[in-house]
């Protein structure tokens, strides 16, 4: 039905040429966790089958460890040998390596974060993790600078500036390392920043490359732009990226275009014609040496729904039509699940994956969707229950794909908005919005949906509601489960075939993060990280309240076994 290899299970001498070779050979062995999504592609599958659907009722605690950081705590830890490394909130304030199998703490990195980042981070002052390569750790900070530490000790080697914070740019997520490049984006769509993704080097800090992720108007795609408007276009990478060794390519996501108000930029309304406003709300396809766009998929051209383009791209081969295909599949903001042959560009199918009114269907042979003319906000033209919410089908909580059940497993958001739009100046370091958007729920009597698509057949096949949105992030394991967290703090572990709930611990505080798993002296673990989010409710009127209410603030690494 489905993918039997995926990029993780490449052998590292047939592309280890064009890869790093660290970063391969971390990644293929079974018992570590070598990147924010397990591996190059994002597939956050791991072939670990010691924790099973027979014994998963039998988790325990192995430890736990405090972050010693309160508010969104969004990281996935690494685990490289016997050693775990985790990241908190706030800068982040900490950066710890642990003993993977105890919890015993071997350093801790404390950078120097400016006090007032939280004005410049739209959407929480959160970290996701740090990345690994070359015996050096990795982490993107909220001051806007990229730094590289000593796995080993924990000592600083370099740090490098990769964009002013004060202008709202914020990196969030973990890099992606190729060869001996460390390539990084930044957020700031909602501040009127011009967004870029950057590569240094990986030994130095030098910046190696630039690649604009809006254009100017004497470059490609400029003339999609009104005016001037392209330089505080938005169009942030502040999500992870994902690489195919076999094609040497980097794929990245791009947030929504700014302003939020579309006359600004495009024609205010749907007969935007060419002014698509590229390549904002898209995936990109880079050359990691250049950093040169070898091709887009725009998923919201003309974007006015703030429907970010950044959820991450999964790569896998899929069995098609009787054949094996190359796929990229990203389940976007708009609703919409998309699956393209990550060699071409070319999608293949995009269909719906929650409940999704703004539009009627993608259509592959224009590459836009049918609109629904209502449901468009502009000038003199507001637009009510429109579905999804700027928080979208799915936000940044990662997916997950197991190539045995064939499945992805998708953290998804049943919530809608009523939208209007009005004047908007911009102003450095402030938000450059242009909008009001109450929030609505969604349909059905629930706001938050755990999904097991068919990526093939386009469909789903079984679920588990929720009374919020805004859960956490999913991990899939050759033990047949499927391991993933709420905004009330229950950590599941769930039968991946039928959705059954087969152990559940509430471990008080909000889970947005998503699982990994790793094993050490033959024991097999499974790691979360817990930290509610506490800037997004405030986005999300009444239906926030409820957010916030369903657990306090934490900040912890719980870590469980079958004793």
């Given at each position: 039905m489905?993918?039997i290899?995926?990029?993780?299970?490449?052998?590292?001498?047939?592309?280890?040429?064009?890869?790093?070779?660290?970063?391969?050979?971390?990644?293929?062995?079974?018992?570590?966790?070598a990147?924010?999504?397990?591996?190059?592609?994002?597939?956050?599958?791991?072939?670990?089958?010691?924790?099973n659907t027979e014994?998963?009722?039998?988790?325990?605690?192995?430890?736990?460890?405090?972050?010693?950081?309160l508010?969104?705590?969004?990281?996935?830890?690494?685990?490289?040998?016997?050693?775990?490394?985790?990241?908190?909130?706030?800068?982040?304030?900490?950066?710890?390596?642990l003993?993977?199998?105890?919890?015993a703490?071997?350093?801790?990195?404390?950078?120097?974060?400016?006090?007032?980042?939280?004005?410049?981070?739209c959407?929480?002052?959160?970290?996701?993790?740090?990345?690994?390569?070359?015996?050096?750790?990795?982490?993107?900070?909220?001051?806007?600078?990229?730094?590289?530490?000593d796995?080993?000790?924990?000592?600083?080697?370099?740090?490098?500036?990769?964009?002013?914070?004060?202008?709202?740019?914020?990196?969030?997520?973990?890099?992606?390392v190729?060869?001996?490049?460390?390539i990084?984006?930044?957020?700031?769509?909602?501040y009127?920043?011009?967004?870029?993704?950057?590569?240094?080097?990986?030994?130095?800090?030098?910046?190696l490359?630039?690649?604009y992720?809006?254009?100017?108007?004497?470059?490609p795609?400029?003339?999609t732009w009104?005016?001037?408007?392209?330089?505080h276009?938005?169009?942030?990478?502040?999500?992870?990226?994902?690489?195919?060794?076999?094609?040497?390519?980097?794929?990245?996501g791009?947030?929504?275009?700014g302003?939020?108000n579309?006359?600004?930029r495009?024609?205010?309304?749907?007969?935007?014609?060419?002014?698509?406003n590229?390549?904002?709300?898209?995936?990109?396809?880079?050359?990691?040496?250049t950093?040169?766009?070898?091709?887009?998929?725009?998923?919201?051209?003309?974007?006015?729904?703030?429907?970010?383009?950044?959820?991450?791209a999964?790569?896998?081969?899929?069995?098609?039509?009787?054949?094996t295909?190359p796929?990229?599949?990203?389940?976007?903001?708009?609703?919409?699940?998309?699956?393209?042959?990550?060699?071409?560009?070319?999608?293949?199918?995009?269909?719906?994956?929650?409940?999704?009114?703004w539009?009627?269907?993608?259509?592959?042979?224009?590459?836009?969707?049918?609109?629904d003319?209502?449901?468009?906000?502009?000038?003199?033209?507001?637009?009510?229950?429109?579905?999804?919410?700027?928080?979208?089908?799915?936000?940044?909580?990662?997916?997950?794909?197991?190539?045995?059940?064939?499945?992805?497993?998708?953290?998804?958001?049943?919530v809608c908005m009523?939208?209007?739009v009005?004047d908007?100046?911009?102003?450095?370091?402030?938000?450059?919005?242009?909008?009001?958007?109450?929030?609505k729920e969604?349909?059905?009597?629930?706001?938050?949906?755990?999904?097991?698509?068919d990526?093939?057949?386009?469909?789903?096949?079984?679920?588990?509601?929720e009374d919020?949105?805004?859960?956490?992030?999913t991990?899939?394991?050759?033990?047949?489960?499927?391991?993933a967290?709420?905004?009330?703090?229950?950590?599941?572990?769930?039968?991946?075939?039928?959705?059954?709930?087969?152990?559940?611990?509430?471990?008080?505080?909000?889970i947005?993060?998503?699982?990994?798993?790793?094993?050490?002296?033959?024991?097999?673990?499974?790691?979360?990280?817990?930290?509610?989010?506490?800037?997004?409710?405030?986005?999300?009127?009444?239906?926030?309240?409820?957010?916030?209410?369903?657990?306090p603030?934490?900040?912890?690494?719980?870590?469980?076994?079958?004793?």
């Amino acid at each position: 039905m489905a993918g039997i290899s995926m990029i993780a299970m490449l052998a590292a001498g047939t592309v280890g040429v064009r890869a790093n070779d660290s970063v391969l050979k971390a990644q293929s062995d079974a018992n570590q966790w070598a990147v924010a999504g397990h591996d190059y592609g994002n597939t956050r599958f791991s072939s670990l089958n010691q924790i099973n659907t027979e014994n998963a009722g039998k988790l325990s605690l192995a430890y736990s460890f405090s972050l010693a950081s309160l508010r969104s705590n969004e990281s996935s830890p690494i685990v490289i040998g016997n050693t775990l490394y985790v990241s908190s909130s706030w800068g982040p304030k900490y950066v710890y390596a642990l003993d993977a199998a105890t919890g015993a703490r071997k350093w801790t990195y404390e950078p120097d974060i400016p006090d007032d980042v939280l004005q410049y981070a739209c959407c929480d002052v959160n970290n996701r993790g740090v990345s690994y390569a070359d015996g050096k750790i990795f982490v993107g900070r909220l001051d806007g600078k990229l730094t590289a530490l000593d796995a080993a000790t924990g000592k600083s080697l370099w740090t490098a500036k990769v964009v002013d914070y004060k202008q709202g740019s914020v990196i969030t997520s973990p890099p992606v390392v190729v060869r001996d490049k460390v390539i990084t984006g930044f957020g700031g769509g909602e501040y009127g920043v011009r967004g870029a993704l950057l590569a240094f080097d990986i030994n130095t800090g030098k910046q190696l490359w630039q690649t604009y992720t809006v254009p100017a108007p004497d470059e490609p795609g400029g003339d999609t732009w009104k005016g001037d408007s392209a330089q505080h276009g938005g169009g942030a990478a502040w999500l992870v990226g994902s690489y195919d060794p076999k094609t040497d390519t980097v794929y990245w996501g791009t947030s929504n275009p700014g302003p939020w108000n579309t006359a600004v930029r495009s024609t205010g309304d749907g007969n935007f014609g060419k002014l698509t406003n590229l390549y904002t709300a898209s995936t990109l396809a880079l050359d990691p040496n250049t950093g040169k766009i070898k091709w887009h998929i725009q998923t919201t051209p003309a974007d006015a729904w703030d429907y970010d383009g950044v959820n991450e791209a999964v790569l896998a081969d899929l069995k098609i039509g009787g054949n094996t295909v190359p796929t990229l599949m990203k389940a976007d903001r708009n609703g919409f699940f998309f699956v393209a042959n990550r060699e071409t560009g070319k999608v293949l199918s995009a269909e719906k994956y929650v409940f999704s009114n703004w539009a009627k269907k993608f259509d592959l042979a224009t590459m836009r969707a049918e609109e629904d003319p209502d449901k468009r906000p502009g000038p003199g033209h507001p637009a009510k229950d429109i579905c999804p919410n700027l928080i979208g089908g799915k936000n940044w909580q990662p997916m997950s794909f197991n190539p045995q059940t064939g499945l992805v497993y998708i953290p998804s958001n049943n919530v809608c908005m009523d939208w209007s739009v009005g004047d908007v100046t911009y102003k450095r370091g402030v938000f450059y919005l242009g909008a009001e958007f109450p929030t609505k729920e969604g349909p059905g009597g629930f706001l938050g949906e755990l999904v097991a698509w068919d990526p093939v057949n386009q469909k789903k096949v079984w679920s588990i509601k929720e009374d919020l949105p805004f859960n956490g992030g999913t991990l899939t394991t050759g033990g047949g489960l499927v391991f993933a967290g709420n905004i009330h703090g229950d950590f599941r572990a769930i039968d991946a075939k039928s959705g059954k709930v087969l152990w559940s611990k509430n471990l008080g505080s909000g889970i947005g993060a998503g699982p990994v798993t790793y094993q050490v002296d033959g024991k097999q673990y499974v790691a979360i990280v817990v930290g509610r989010t506490a800037a997004l409710p405030a986005f999300l009127g009444e239906v926030g309240k409820k957010m916030t209410a369903a657990a306090p603030e934490g900040g912890s690494l719980f870590v469980f076994s079958v004793q």
